[in-house]
């Protein structure tokens, strides 16, 4: 049974997920100033934080789940560079930078929150 972090998680990572796509599309199709290889890393740590949260909820043991969500983790720190990059390099504008990042920071605190528990009670 998902613990209500769990349920939280996989939602805001998947939103992210959808988020990062669009995102995606727009620098590659639509943007004046097209971008295509920061926006590509940014896809790929952006939607791996939820892929690996998926793999973390049906993870075979506790060490599994803690290392998957340390994955989640750090996918989500490199898409925070990413981010930032865009916004310095002038392809996002920083009220699109703050609202990705405000996100990212959600997911970092929860993802971290939720190691935090795990670990605590495998120690007891």
Do not use: H
Not at 65 to 77: P, V
Not at 95 to 102: R, V, Y
Request: glycine share 2%; net charge positive; charged share 30%.
């Amino acid at each position: 049974m998902k613990s209500a972090e769990e349920n939280i998680i996989q939602e805001k990572t998947f939103d992210f997920a959808v988020r990062i796509v669009k995102l995606y599309k727009y620098l590659t199709t639509t943007a004046t100033n097209k971008e295509y290889t920061l926006s590509k890393q940014l896809l790929r740590s952006g939607t791996s934080i939820g892929a690996n949260t998926e793999e973390a909820i049906g993870a075979t043991s506790t060490a599994d789940f803690i290392n998957k969500l340390s994955i989640a983790y750090k996918e989500a720190r490199e898409s925070r560079y990413w981010i930032r990059l865009l916004e310095k390099t002038d392809y996002l504008s920083p009220k699109e930078a703050d609202s990705l990042l405000t996100d990212l920071d959600d997911i970092c605190n929860i993802l971290a929150k939720i190691q935090i528990t795990t670990k605590s009670k495998s120690l007891k």
